[in-house]
């Protein structure tokens, strides 16, 4: 899986900004290489969702319909690496990853080109969309085939595109509406054919906790962010107002956690992943270095598993 040499990988996978792109003299791209690429630490962002969507299904039909459950955890994580991969192929060519805080991307670093990066985004949401038809096929709501259309279409022109709208300050929406929304009830649909209060309630949890994710991560690039003209909302709104956004967005699920507990006492139970996001809070609020944001993201996203884990032991417990 070698690349070669970072300047042939320039010259033959590359465009966009190469002037602000560093050449790096690396040795040859392993597998842990384009498993970092993949940004596991956000994955728990595509299984959430699914989680609660599955526990939500089951308080209307107790049967665990594990097969669908598992079709819809597949297309979810397969379209979240695709996304990755996606922006990886994307930012490189723009230059806008040259000097960024986190691990160093694929692209960006000349290691592996272009076109390979893209390919490999791109076979990633060929299997979601083969995945995807199978539920189709088995649930029979054909309608849905637009929703994974628009799904795929949507995280391509995250960062891609002559406009990415993920570059003007829109990418918390997109987060909210697929990784919440969409992944959540979506899930819930497919199993039950209907739509009850206790999955809209974890959709928008879910949603909350990807937005803040995304802007966990954000605050940690915004001076690379400002310097390439990538007008995320924290560019925008600066580090004060993206801080206190943060807060909120992390912590109303456990407001949510206390409607659940009405119905399913057992919720009250995840007030402990608190444990996990108070420190994160405290991280955002006081960083001195960017790459402790890193740290407040990881426990962001680990929190939304483990929010999502024990509302699903409450709904079916």
Not at 98 to 112: E, F, I, K
Request: aromatic share 10%; net charge positive.
């Amino acid at each position: 899986m070698a690349s070669g040499k970072s300047s042939k990988s320039k010259k033959s996978g590359t465009s966009g900004n190469p002037a602000k792109r560093p050449v790096i003299e690396q040795g040859p791209v392993r597998v842990g290489d384009w498993i970092g690429a993949a940004r596991l630490r956000t994955l728990p962002l595509a299984v959430a969702p699914v989680v609660i969507g599955t526990g939500a299904a089951q308080t209307v039909d107790h049967h665990f319909h594990w097969v669908i459950a598992l079709a819809c955890l597949a297309v979810a994580v397969l379209l979240q690496i695709g996304v990755n991969f996606a922006n990886d192929y994307s930012d490189g060519i723009r230059g806008t990853d040259a000097h960024r805080v986190g691990p160093a991307r694929l692209t960006a670093s000349g290691r592996v080109t272009a076109k390979r990066v893209l390919l490999v985004a791109l076979v990633f949401f060929a299997l979601a969309a083969l995945v995807g038809l199978a539920i189709v096929i088995r649930t029979q709501q054909w309608w849905m085939l637009a929703v994974g259309a628009v799904s795929i279409v949507a995280a391509w022109f995250y960062t891609g595109g002559k406009r990415p709208y993920g570059y003007n300050a829109m990418g918390e929406l997109f987060v909210f509406v697929f990784f919440g929304l969409v992944a959540t009830l979506g899930t819930t649909w497919v199993q039950v054919y209907t739509l009850p209060l206790e999955a809209w309630i974890g959709a928008v949890g879910a949603g909350l906790f990807a937005c803040a994710v995304l802007l966990a991560n954000n605050l940690r690039d915004i001076d690379q962010d400002r310097e390439v003209g990538k007008r995320t909302l924290t560019v925008l709104i600066g580090k004060a107002a993206t801080r206190v956004i943060y807060t909120l967005f992390v912590l109303m699920p456990f407001v949510f956690s206390v409607l659940y507990a009405l119905l399913y006492p057992i919720a009250w139970i995840s007030l402990l992943v608190l444990l996990a996001v108070l420190p994160a809070i405290l991280i955002v609020w006081t960083y001195r270095q960017a790459r402790e944001l890193i740290i407040a993201l990881s426990l962001t996203s680990l929190s939304s598993l483990a929010w999502a884990g024990l509302i699903y032991w409450a709904l079916v417990g």
